[in-house]
């Protein structure tokens, strides 16, 4: 067995939180879709989630059953932290299938377990949840009552606990490997796709201590006009003389993810650079100042908001949102959001993300941090130079 990331006191206690939760709602059993919210509850880890996947949850039973395709069963019995008999692997003739489908199996043994009459809790809103997967499950289990439970799990992920805030320490130190990388690699007439190479080895093996994860979300290196737009992917595009480039890495160990956004001026920086970035950094410091214990989200951009205001800027997107265990697509945690009505109170054991992304007409800049909220106020997991990193 591939040693665990927590002790099982953990992963139980989690469960309980979310059954308090469920017992609330008058849940009886939760189906989790999100692979994050999984890997959370039962240490699964796999490539496995391009086939139905789920995790259920009852009121009363102790442990979890994780229920996936039967040939990544040895991955669970490899990884999850339950007992071998709550692995359960759906039939191969099930996969891929036009005349059948996993969730028809899936719900036929949830009846057999005799749940299938229960007021039912389903994550909606997941990334690999299919609405053809959601219409089989549900005729499948026709007695049942059932109710949205989005972001259920997630919420209760959001306070986190001394030992994953240590992971999340060590992604962080990845994520300054990854960027300190990358503004060695990258200079006039190199390519994006061999900037990116060396950027990912730095995410992966950064350290000499421990393994680093695939990142969530892949690195992103924005050179020239191609900085204006803040999710286009990389090519074999070559960076130009006195180019602004914004960096959007991470590090990952243990799925826990901290991400860092930086920039980099091949050549001279332009003034509307230079000041732009004057302006992001003292709004990165009044982000900071603001975060705390009893403070709310659409408060802390509120103080951001008022500094760039007095720059004359304008920003439309959020500037920041709760993050931690992480599979691709996205490292959000889809809870918290820095941006105006979101009234969400900081707790401590709170993580977030805070990007100051300034994408303008044919350029952009990042700036970025990954937060802490303890109980004096906050941390930086990521601490680096956050000004502008000027390469001649």
């Not at 990854?178 to 190199?190: F, K, L, M, N, S």
């Not at 959020?318 to 969400?344: C, F, M, Q």
């Not at 109170?345 to 303890?374: F, R």
Request: some cysteine; glycine content about 8%.
């Amino acid at each position: 067995m591939i040693e665990l990331p927590f002790a099982r006191d953990e992963y139980q206690h989690r469960l309980r939180r979310i059954r308090a939760e469920m017992a609330k709602r008058g849940l009886e059993l939760l189906i989790v879709n999100d692979v994050a919210n999984q890997h959370y509850i039962t240490a699964y880890d796999g490539w496995s989630f391009y086939t139905p996947q789920v995790v259920l949850v009852t009121i009363e039973e102790e442990e979890p059953v994780w229920i996936g395709r039967a040939m990544d069963a040895a991955g669970g019995l490899l990884t999850a932290w339950m007992k071998p008999e709550n692995v359960v692997g759906f039939p191969e003739d099930h996969v891929q299938r036009a005349d059948r489908h996993p969730m028809d199996w899936i719900a036929s043994w949830i009846t057999q377990k005799g749940w299938g009459n229960r007021h039912i809790g389903i994550e909606l809103e997941a990334y690999y949840f299919s609405p053809k997967a959601h219409a089989r499950l549900v005729a499948g289990l026709p007695n049942a009552k059932w109710h949205d439970a989005d972001l259920l799990v997630n919420w209760i992920r959001a306070i986190k606990t001394a030992p994953e805030i240590a992971y999340l320490r060590k992604a962080s130190a990845l994520a300054e490997a990854a960027v300190t990388r990358a503004y060695e690699v990258i200079a006039p007439g190199v390519r994006e796709c061999d900037a990116i190479a060396a950027i990912q080895a730095a995410q992966v093996a950064g350290s000499p201590d421990f393994a680093g994860d695939i990142t969530a979300l892949p690195p992103t290196i924005l050179g020239g006009e191609n900085a204006s737009a803040p999710h286009v992917m990389w090519s074999d595009r070559r960076f130009g003389d006195n180019e602004t480039i914004a960096l959007e890495l991470a590090g990952v160990c243990r799925r826990y993810a901290a991400g860092l956004a930086r920039t980099m001026q091949l050549g001279k920086t332009p003034t509307r650079v230079s000041d732009t970035a004057t302006a992001v950094i003292e709004g990165m410091d009044a982000v900071l100042g603001a975060v705390r214990p009893g403070t709310t989200a659409e408060a802390v951009e509120g103080a951001w908001r008022k500094v760039i205001e007095r720059h004359g800027l304008k920003k439309e997107s959020r500037i920041g949102y709760s993050i931690g265990v992480a599979y691709p697509p996205d490292w959000g945690e889809h809870t918290i959001s820095l941006r105006p009505g979101d009234k969400t109170v900081l707790a401590p054991g709170n993580v977030l993300h805070s990007i100051l992304g300034m994408w303008m007409d044919g350029w952009g800049i990042e700036v970025s941090e990954t937060i802490l909220v303890t109980e004096a106020g906050h941390e930086t997991l990521t601490r680096f130079p956050r000004e502008i990193h000027v390469k001649a």
